[in-house]
């Protein structure tokens, strides 16, 4: 399964969203790729995670560790595929944190799954979480990269998919000059 055909997924479940978005990050784009939408059909979003299973055959790891909401369900498929553990984060009182009884062993090898990157911001504070409880982060994973391979981490870097998607600072974004209202359609509230 290649780019195109990963990407033409999200199209026929319209999960390759355009118009004017608030994303996670703060930033503005106009487009957006809403994963949720995919994961609604597993048997089809099967084949794509194998996809990115075979890129992650040479990675170590104990456990798959996603951010809350939406790497929830990418981050148990990858698992369940790898025949691993998977927990997740969350965020109280803003600070991305492990809850719900989930604990990572002094050491453990974790693989970072996030569903869709754009500045890595979510994937950082969830990295930070990992490591707070004792894990190593060797690998940082997720089906589309969207910062057309510009978010960086002190980890290994395996998507799926790399698209070149724009972003914008709101203060020069086109589509706030032009007075489109922004809509934002991701899981984390932004201030």
């Known amino acids: 399964m290649n780019a195109e055909q990963v990407l033409e997924l ?4 319209n999960a390759l969203l355009e118009g004017h978005f608030l994303l996670s990050s703060g930033l503005h784009s106009d487009k957006f790729l809403q994963s949720e939408l995919i994961m609604q059909h597993p048997y089809e979003v099967e084949a794509v995670i194998a996809e ?19 790497g929830i369900r990418f981050g148990y498929e990858l698992a369940r595929q790898m025949k691993k553990r998977t927990l997740f984060t969350e965020r109280v009182d803003g600070t991305m944190m492990l809850r719900r009884g989930f604990s990572i062993a002094k050491g453990e090898k974790v693989l970072l799954a996030e569903d869709v990157i ?10 930070d979480a990992c490591t707070a409880a004792g894990g190593e982060v060797v690998a940082v994973t997720c089906l589309i990269d969207r910062s057309g391979g510009k978010a960086h981490f002190d ?37």
């Open 10 to 13: 999200y199209r026929k479940h």
């Open 118 to 127: 754009t500045t890595g911001k979510s994937t950082r504070e969830c990295i």
């Open 52 to 70: 990115l299973v075979k890129k992650l055959s040479g990675v170590e790891f104990d456990v798959v560790v996603s951010p809350a909401i939406g």
């Open 155 to 191: 980890q290994s870097f395996i998507p799926l998919v790399q698209l070149d998607v724009q972003t914008f600072d709101p203060s020069v974004c086109p589509m706030c000059k032009e007075g489109t209202p922004a809509y934002k359609p991701g899981s984390r509230n932004i201030k």
